[in-house]
């Protein structure tokens, strides 16, 4: 009897191992059973592999707390809060006090808003009027980005 139990503990092992490595059984089911029998094994050990990625998953946002660290409070760039004055021309748009780049850029939306000088059929870019073409250089439009390089030359 010892000897029919130490078969029997053999062909368990191999099963076990085969849920856990779903490779390693097709072989040997391929072997001893006729072409739908693969399928059926494979369904089993299909159904194995998520249950063994939800354990990961699991294992993973536990970690992330642990590593997170306090947010620190973000303080202004000195030089984007250092008032600089305007050209004539922008002074125009923004008045002729010295002001921070921050609001020469909010001051200068508020007067395209203002006059609808955005493109309706492209929100980027800036058609120019009469104030704003001697800011831009004598260009009719601009984009969103090219106005800010072109604003920051007439700050000093």
Do not use: C
């Not at 139990?5 to 072989?27: E, T």
């Not at 620190?72 to 021309?89: E, G, I, Q, V």
């Not at 001051?107 to 009027?129: C, F």
Request: hydrophobic share 45%.
């Amino acid at each position: 009897m010892a000897t029919a139990k130490k078969p029997a503990a053999a062909v368990k092992k191999p099963a076990a191992k085969a849920a856990a490595k779903p490779a390693a059984k097709k072989p040997a089911a391929k072997a001893a059973a006729p072409k739908a029998a693969p399928k059926a094994a494979a369904k089993p050990a299909a159904k194995a592999a998520p249950k063994a990625a939800p354990k990961k998953a699991a294992a993973k946002p536990a970690a992330k707390p642990a590593a997170k660290k306090p947010a620190a409070k973000r303080t202004p760039n000195a030089a984007f809060m250092k008032p600089l004055t305007p050209s004539a021309a922008l002074g125009e748009v923004v008045g002729a006090k010295p002001l921070p780049r921050t609001e020469v850029t909010k001051k200068v939306w508020e007067y395209i808003k203002k006059h609808k000088l955005q493109n309706p059929e492209n929100k980027r870019n800036i058609d120019a009027d009469d104030k704003l073409k001697a800011i831009f250089g004598g260009k009719k439009q601009v984009t969103m980005f090219e106005m800010t390089k072109l604003i920051s030359a007439h700050l000093s």
